[in-house]
């Protein structure tokens, strides 16, 4: 029977069933991500941390110069105006420091006056994108999931990519994406490096996008249509925050190591790579991209599963990174993809410290105590089988009918007592 149940002002109806799941999926949400953080203590103290979930109060700075951790959203700002931007990398609270004025962190008040590494930008105002616009937005007719940057963590709408049509954005048949990573316009400039790995780093849509070949003799980069395969997508949000699908890379199993015919590991060493704008055949790119004046595609990227570990480890590239602040994308760990996975297994972890600890807790009550709890479940199941089976099917239940069943129940207890 398709039981349905609603609230007392006559909500839309769901089924029990429907109605669990969304609760399943709610918390598993908020566990992706959160990185699963219960919020229960201040992260200051754990420094700049590689990736945690970051809120902005604009009720406290409405010039979006600051950032809070979960437990400081919910403790020190309820009731504030609050923008979820979701995961922000390298990031240390901000709650109560100079920023703030008088106020000051509830959790943990003793804090520096500023956190000297910590980076803004206008999605702590609650703007996105190169329109600058809210999320979600008061003016849209229809509210748009938007694609998220893995290097300046912005997001995107997709008609604001600068792509010339959205068939250029890797999706299968079924409009899932095929990409791990997206990288936009401006950031792909200062990337323009990976225009230079093996063609499966890079995906493809339906038309062909633009790459690069190095011109050995002179070390400047030049255009050439690109031949790029297809492969897949980052991570998932929730809330109010702008969404970005997950998926899996589906390209072959053969490495870009093994493509490009380079030891596994797809690094070089850094003793034999080359000084100045002279090339060696062991740093992958064969360019010093240090020296290298690439010429600007003005293309946003889509990158494959995996790319981080193509990454060249040679002396130069290592001096681009740092150069460019860009030595994150070497850490596998960084990527949204890790941050769900490690969120997941704690989530598991959890359940299970829940499953154990109740179990335990049964474990040590007597007989008797054991048996009236087992009753009172055999009594709850039966109860709720009765009640859903002499449901009118026709009617949706309602919050009235919840609380009388239980009521039932009490009574009933009351009785056999």
Request: aromatic share 8%; glycine share 8%.
């Amino acid at each position: 029977m398709d039981t349905t149940f609603d609230d007392e002002e006559g909500g839309p109806s769901v089924t029990l069933g429907e109605y669990l799941e969304e609760v399943e999926e709610r918390e598993l949400e908020a566990d992706l991500v959160l990185g699963g953080d219960e919020g229960r203590e201040c992260t200051y103290n754990k420094g700049y941390m590689k990736r945690q979930a970051i809120f902005s109060c604009i009720t406290c700075t409405p010039d979006g110069n600051a950032g809070v951790c979960t437990a400081c959203s919910l403790s020190c700002h309820d009731g504030h105006q609050i923008v979820e931007l979701w995961t922000k990398r390298n990031f240390r609270c901000d709650c109560g420091n100079s920023k703030f004025g008088e106020f000051y962190c509830k959790i943990f008040p003793s804090k520096d006056i500023e956190n000297v590494e910590n980076s803004y930008n206008h999605n702590f105002k609650g703007l996105y994108c190169t329109c600058a616009r809210p999320y979600p937005d008061p003016d849209a007719e229809e509210q748009i999931e938007m694609i998220q940057c893995c290097l300046c963590e912005d997001w995107f709408h997709e008609e604001h990519l600068g792509l010339e049509s959205s068939d250029e954005i890797p999706r299968d048949e079924e409009g899932e994406p095929l990409y791990e990573d997206f990288m936009c316009k401006a950031c792909s400039e200062v990337c323009f490096f990976l225009k230079l790995y093996p063609e499966v780093i890079l995906v493809a849509g339906k038309q062909p996008n633009a790459t690069a070949q190095v011109s050995k003799d002179k070390g400047i980069l030049e255009d050439t249509p690109s031949t790029c395969g297809f492969e897949k997508p980052l991570g998932d949000t929730s809330y109010n925050s702008p969404k970005i699908d997950v998926a899996q890379a589906s390209v072959g199993s053969e490495s870009i190591s093994n493509r490009a015919g380079l030891p596994p590991g797809g690094s070089c060493n850094s003793s034999t790579c080359t000084e100045g704008a002279s090339l060696h055949v062991n740093c992958l790119l064969g360019v010093n991209i240090v020296a290298a004046s690439p010429v600007i595609h003005g293309k946003a990227m889509f990158l494959s599963k995996n790319w981080r570990d193509a990454l060249c480890k040679c002396k130069n590239c290592l001096e681009y990174y740092h150069q460019k602040r860009i030595a994150f994308l070497l850490d596998k760990e960084d990527s949204i993809v890790e941050y769900e996975k490690m969120a997941k297994q704690k989530r598991e972890e959890k359940l299970q410290q829940q499953e154990g600890a109740e179990l335990s807790l049964f474990n040590k009550l007597g007989h008797v105590e054991k048996v009236e709890i087992l009753k009172g479940i055999e009594d709850m199941k039966d109860g709720l089988r009765t009640f859903l089976e002499s449901a009118d099917s026709s009617k949706p239940i309602s919050a009235a009918d919840i609380h009388q069943f239980f009521d039932d129940i009490k009574n009933k207890r009351r009785r056999v007592g």
